[in-house]
């Protein structure tokens, strides 16, 4: 048995590889039996019953975070697929993307009608890993330069898109077969042309959440966004990531399947989803709950008391 602030007692039993059932009493107190997968359980329990703590807050929503990528699906489905094949099934639906092409080797870079300048990025990367302002294509003259940088530094083929001037936004959502929208959030770049992989780990973007957005804008933005989530098959949360064109059109770039959830701690790098909880009026105990909720939901789990979907974790 383990006790913890959030939690009044934890009674966990596992084998491993095999369905479990874990007893939670929470401070309500709720107890409930939920029946997790596999081998989720210990590590879940755990995981909850140390959110609350003011010490170890960080480094336990850092751990739920990864076990919610493997609890609710995110390492299957949509993102095993490569920002290409995701791209190609955006366009299939008729949703708006740069076009775009994949280049093995600066020695093997296909004939192409894409409009300059183009964007160099690593086929698979996250957290703008790769990216700096010379990824920005004016010349057809400078693409070899830059894919060999993806393809030879990185070790990735190189995904080359057209660039699209405008506002770079991201939209969180959350659920499966309902998905809800959370507030838009716009990145605004600090003397950078483009999220460079410094300008974003220096936390030097300036953060608008809400985005400040007309409501043709922001309606056109939700239903595409809400799309492309269901086209792509996410499941419980995802981010999308897009450029709004001076156009008006919202240009989707990529779902992030594991989108940070981290919140305002002051020792931890804000998650772009945190930001967009937080403009909710959300605790974090609601916004990661509202996630579980979502899988737990999916997978059909058995309850006795379905509390414990509002209740498991404790602000």
């Not at 009493?25 to 039996?33: E, R, Y």
């Not at 933005?221 to 949360?237: G, S």
């Not at 919202?250 to 701690?265: H, K």
């Amino acid at each position: 048995m383990a006790t913890n602030s959030g939690l009044k007692a934890v009674w966990i039993t596992e084998k491993t590889g095999t369905p479990s059932r874990s007893s939670v009493k929470v401070t309500s107190p709720v107890v409930t039996t939920v029946k997790f997968p596999n081998h989720l359980t210990t590590a879940f329990i755990h995981i909850l019953s140390l959110i609350s703590s003011t010490k170890t807050n960080v480094v336990a929503r850092v751990a739920l975070e990864r076990l919610i990528g493997v609890a609710t699906g995110a390492e299957t489905g949509s993102s095993n697929r490569s920002k290409a094949a995701r791209k190609k099934i955006v366009a299939y639906h008729k949703l708006p993307t740069p076009g775009f092409f994949v280049a093995d080797s600066p020695d093997r870079i296909p004939e192409h009608s894409l409009k300059y300048p183009l964007f160099v990025k690593p086929l698979r990367g996250r957290g703008s890993a790769g990216i700096s302002e010379e990824n920005i294509i004016k010349r057809p003259e400078d693409l070899p330069c830059v894919v060999a940088k993806i393809t030879e530094k990185i070790g990735q083929p190189a995904l080359v898109e057209e660039f699209i001037s405008g506002r770079e936004i991201t939209v969180g959502i959350i659920g499966y077969e309902e998905p809800k929208v959370l507030p838009i959030l716009e990145i605004e770049y600090n003397s950078t042309i483009t999220n460079t992989f410094e300008h974003k780990m220096l936390d030097r973007e300036i953060i608008h959440c809400p985005a400040k957005l007309s409501p043709e804008e922001q309606d056109r933005i939700i239903d595409t966004a809400t799309k492309i989530y269901k086209a792509l098959n996410a499941k419980d949360f995802g981010r999308i990531d897009m450029i709004l064109g001076r156009d008006g059109i919202p240009y989707f770039l990529e779902l992030n399947t594991f989108a940070g959830l981290t919140m305002s701690s002051g020792r931890a790098h804000n998650g772009y989803m945190g930001y967009m909880a937080e403009a909710l009026g959300m605790t974090a105990a609601e916004f990661i709950g509202s996630i579980i909720e979502s899988a737990i939901k999916r997978y059909g789990l058995d309850t006795k008391n379905t509390a414990l979907r509002r209740n498991i974790l404790t602000s």
